[in-house]
Nanobody, 121 residues
């Protein structure tokens, strides 16, 4: 079992930066694919970014060049650095974990509770 706890969300103005963190329990963290999804009010859950156990990364087109995903296996933590935030980035952000590398939310059995990010214009 893997438990995920996100932190770092908040209210910022457009153009600002935030860094989300996700602390994972479990001894198998280093072998897991970790990622971030987000969900805005009245919208479907949306893929944001994923990082494989070897460090390979994939981003949604909407965040490419602005967001950076990284991981620190020694700390069992994955990060999402978000720069140049836009009002359309407003959503609840979820940390996810899986043994497979995927952009599909159904591929992730482990989810955090979510952290709210609100970007004002």
């Amino acid at each position: 079992q893997v438990q995920l706890v996100e932190s770092g969300g908040g209210l910022v103005q457009a153009g600002a930066s935030l860094r989300l963190s996700c602390a994972a329990s479990g001894r198998t963290f280093s072998s897991y694919t970790m990622g971030w999804f987000r969900q805005a009010p009245d919208k479907e859950r949306e893929f944001v970014a994923v990082i494989g156990w070897r460090g390979d990364k994939t981003y949604a087109d909407s965040v490419k060049g602005r967001f950076t995903i990284s991981r620190d296996n020694a700390k069992n933590t994955v990060y999402l650095q978000m720069n140049s935030l836009k009002p359309e980035d407003t959503a609840v952000y979820y940390c996810v974990g899986s043994s497979i590398y995927s952009r599909d939310p159904d591929g992730y059995p482990y989810w955090g509770q979510g952290t709210q990010v609100t970007v004002s214009s």
